[in-house]
């Protein structure tokens, strides 16, 4: 695998373990991880509380995120 194959996802550390940040922080070019790694860190993020981790790492699975029941206005 290249280095310009490679893809990377960031990952925000609660107390429940590493997770994936946002929807938007997965399959982001080194440019684009280093960019939003800046970004998450100008926003108040601490650094320690980041990880950039390649795509398909398997220690830190795809999770499917379930928004739950979410009440409709009526």
Known sequence: MTEET???KILE??????????NQAQNLTKE????SLTEYQRQGTAP???MAVLQNDSRY?????NP????VDM
């Open 6 to 8: 490679k893809l990377y």
């Open 13 to 22: 550390l609660s107390t429940s373990g590493w997770f994936l940040i946002e």
């Open 68 to 71: 739950g029941y979410i009440p």
């Open 48 to 50: 320690e509380r980041l």
């Open 61 to 65: 699975p795809d999770a499917v995120t």
């Open 32 to 35: 684009q991880c280093d960019a």
